[in-house]
Structures are given as structure tokens and as C-alpha cells.
């Protein structure tokens, strides 16, 4: 894994599809929906664990962008 489509992706095997026009707030949506898969059981820790630092990653970037701090 190592891009977020490959999160996505992982989303989608669960039947899960995020958009909603924003691109930060879709990143956090993807972070709960993430949790709530691993805390069902239904990935595994090195699944999680890389999406999550993935996700955390790209919201780090898009704060960058728009120059906040964080």
C-alpha cells in the first residue's frame, strides 16, 4: 500500500465510498472509517497501520498547502 487509492481501495472491498467534494474532510472520514474496520476485525494491523499513517500523511500535506499549522 502506497498511495491513497490503495486505501480506497481497501474501502471499497468493504463497500464503503467517500467523496464529498472536500478533499481534507474526505481524509478524515477515510481515518474513522479505517478505525471502525479494524476495531471489527476486518483488516489486519499492518493493513491499519498503513493506511492510517497514509491518511495522516496526506492531511499533513493538505494543512501544509494552505499554510495552517497543525
Given at each position: 500500500?502506497?498511495?491513497?487509492?490503495?486505501v480506497q481501495?481497501?474501502?471499497k472491498r468493504f463497500g464503503t465510498?467517500?467523496?464529498t467534494g472536500d478533499?481534507?474532510?474526505d481524509m478524515?472520514?477515510?481515518q474513522i472509517e479505517i478505525n471502525e474496520l479494524y476495531k471489527a476485525g476486518c483488516i489486519d494491523i499492518e493493513e491499519y497501520q498503513l493506511?492510517?499513517?497514509l491518511?495522516?500523511?496526506e492531511v499533513n500535506r493538505l494543512?501544509?498547502?494552505?499554510g495552517e499549522k497543525i
Amino acid at each position: 500500500m502506497k498511495t491513497i487509492y490503495d486505501v480506497q481501495q481497501i474501502l471499497k472491498r468493504f463497500g464503503t465510498f467517500i467523496y464529498t467534494g472536500d478533499r481534507l474532510v474526505d481524509m478524515e472520514l477515510m481515518q474513522i472509517e479505517i478505525n471502525e474496520l479494524y476495531k471489527a476485525g476486518c483488516i489486519d494491523i499492518e493493513e491499519y497501520q498503513l493506511a492510517i499513517l497514509l491518511l495522516r500523511k496526506e492531511v499533513n500535506r493538505l494543512h501544509t498547502e494552505k499554510g495552517e499549522k497543525i
